[in-house]
């Protein structure tokens, strides 16, 4: 059962559901969620990371996604993306002064500027990510594979952000880029996320770091 504009103000209003700062408008059935500073935005630094490989003789930026952790890759390699006047054309995502430009098949990732989620202990809700339908008839693809919050999660999320598109689209500071919609669980977990171990409990930086209320 999802909630709705009602239900998502008084569950903010009780403190079941987390949305800070507060939003001063909430869609009949969702709460738009806007990227935070532009020192936020982060590309791979894929150069950097094979010429590592290199070292040991591998020559394609080979990752190996079921054993590599996270939080250390990303402090090591999440960058932010070049100027633009300094950067190569072939470098799909950079810097205009206060701007990101996202060239075709460009790729980043940038946070949202709302910490958003529920309550660690006793939570009852479950909330979801989406991109926004007429930004994404344009080709932009905005959190691609993990649109879950689970309960007793709260965090700054990570957007995952591709250009599909043939435009180049550019992108700034508190620009509406997605969508949070919200569900009622049938229950209460019996365990809380930090039990669960997530490693991005709490998170409020693109490489999953956290800070404790």
């Not at 987390?18 to 001063?24: C, L, W």
């Not at 806007?34 to 591998?58: M, P, T």
Request: charged share 25%; glycine share 8%; aromatic share 6%.
């Amino acid at each position: 059962m999802f909630l709705s504009d009602r239900d998502l103000d008084w569950a903010i209003e009780q403190g079941r559901l987390i949305v800070e700062p507060r939003p001063t408008r909430i869609d009949p059935t969702s709460i738009d969620l806007r990227l935070d500073s532009i020192a936020e935005a982060k590309v791979w630094d894929v150069n950097g990371f094979q010429k590592a490989l290199a070292v040991s003789g591998v020559k394609a930026p080979e990752l190996h996604l079921g054993s590599f952790k996270y939080g250390e890759f990303a402090e090591r390699y999440l960058i932010p993306p070049p100027p633009e006047e300094s950067a190569d054309p072939d470098i799909r995502v950079v810097l205009r002064g206060k701007q990101v430009i996202v060239r075709p098949l460009g790729f980043l990732l940038w946070q949202t500027k709302e910490r958003v989620g529920t309550p660690e202990e006793g939570a009852d809700l479950i909330c979801f990510v989406d991109g926004k339908s007429t930004r994404a008839r344009t080709g932009i693809v905005i959190h691609l594979t993990a649109p879950t919050i689970h309960g007793g999660w709260n965090g700054k999320i990570t957007l995952e952000i591709v250009n599909h598109g043939p435009f180049h689209f550019v992108l700034q500071e508190d620009d509406v880029i997605a969508q949070l919609t919200v569900a009622k669980l049938t229950s209460i977990p019996n365990r809380t996320m930090q039990v669960a171990g997530s490693a991005t409990l709490g998170q409020m930086a693109v490489t999953g770091q956290s800070v404790k209320n």
